[in-house]
């Protein structure tokens, strides 16, 4: 079977697992929740992950290695965790 997720940067079967049992199940689910809703999700489902899953994500989505994402962009998204509720992308 053809898992579009884990053939995604930083995406492996673990996190595609995680994201198929919150209902991500291709690469526009993911976009259209981003990062830091999509890793929520997958907290508030019981799954142990890391920031790095939330870090994975968005450098799946930016197609980059999630350790290369720039400072700015892991403190914006941090910063965008701790604010309640769903993320706002407008």
Request: aromatic share 6%; charged share 20%; net charge positive.
């Amino acid at each position: 079977m053809h898992d579009e997720l884990q053939h995604m940067k930083n995406l492996g079967k673990t996190s595609a697992q995680w994201l198929h049992a919150v209902g991500i199940h291709s690469a526009s689910d993911l976009r259209r929740l981003g990062a830091v809703d999509a890793y929520r999700a997958v907290r508030a489902r019981g799954f142990r992950a890391s920031k790095v899953l939330m870090y994975a994500i968005e450098g799946a989505l930016l197609d980059i290695h999630w350790n290369d994402l720039p400072p700015g962009l892991k403190a914006r998204l941090n910063g965008q965790l701790n604010e309640p509720g769903p993320s706002n992308k407008s």
